[in-house]
Antibody, heavy 126, light 109 residues
Framework: DVQLVESGGGLVQPGGSLRLSCAAS????????INWVRQAPGKGLEWISF????????YYADSVKGRFAVSRDNAKNLVHLQMDSLRAEDTAIYYC???????????????????WGQGTLVTVSS | EIVLTQSPGTLSLSPGERATLSCRAS???????LVWYQQKPGQAPRLLIY???NRATGIPDRFSGSGSGTDFTLTISGLEPEDFAMYYC??????????FGQGTKLEIK
């Protein structure tokens, strides 16, 4: 079974740091990029980060750029999200999701997130 | 930045009825990059439709997607009790790399 499992969430004070992890199983990990998506309480989905499978290209949403850093360890099938300078508005459930697409030559089609992990809750509060 | 606007915000229907959910983009989006997800309370989102009209593995054929350019639609024909949930559209772009619509809540009337 293809599976992603997040961990590392918890309560942290404003200005503090937290590192989330996403453990993958059931597929060739390095073949896939991984995204982080968050959902504030009662709100919609917000994409925040992407890391490619082999070359480790990274992209971030403006809301976290300069504060969050994504990395991966393909030997351990892990992706990490280092979150620094945390703010109250970073309070959310954080999901990791596999980036899937169909490739024809150098063109990618049908890009989608599948599957998603169950999420880990991060609460930023004093 | 491409903004996705979903309508209606809330849709109240009865089991057996047909649901039509809209996702409108502020600029043209390649159909290949338009995706729909379903999310139930306390659960992670689940992939429903990708490439605007392709059902994901295991998704019943009562779910269908259509559209092009700036207007996309998710249709659920013959609502089942388990279909009442939140639905989000998503697109792949340049900056930011991905954006989501704000969601449509499909509730039981």
């Amino acid at each position: 079974d293809v599976q992603l499992v997040e961990s590392g969430g918890g309560l942290v004070q404003p200005g503090g740091s937290l590192r989330l992890s996403c453990a993958a199983s059931g597929f060739t990990f390095s073949d896939y990029a991984i995204n982080w998506v968050r959902q504030a309480p009662g709100k919609g989905l917000e994409w925040i980060s992407f890391i490619s499978g082999v070359k480790f290209h990274t992209y971030y949403a403006d809301s976290v750029k300069g504060r969050f850093a994504v990395s991966r360890d393909n030997a351990k099938n892990l992706v990490h999200l280092q979150m620094d300078s945390l703010r109250a508005e970073d309070t959310a459930i954080y999901y990791c999701a596999r980036d899937v697409s169909d490739r024809v030559g150098d063109t990618y089609f049908g890009i989608r997130f599948d599957p998603w992990g169950q999420g880990t809750l991060v609460t930023v509060s004093s | 930045e491409i903004v996705l606007t979903q309508s209606p915000g809330t849709l109240s229907l009865s089991p057996g009825e047909r649901a039509t959910l809209s996702c409108r983009a502020s600029q043209s989006v390649s159909s290949s990059y338009l995706v729909w997800y379903q999310q139930k309370p306390g659960q992670a989102p689940r992939l429903l439709i990708y490439g605007a009209s392709n059902r994901a593995t295991g998704i019943p054929d009562r779910f269908s997607g259509s559209g092009s350019g700036t207007d996309f639609t998710l249709t659920i024909s013959g609502l089942e009790p388990e279909d009442f949930a939140m639905y989000y559209c998503q697109q792949y772009g340049s900056s930011p790399r991905y954006t989501f619509g704000q969601g449509t809540k499909l509730e039981i009337k």
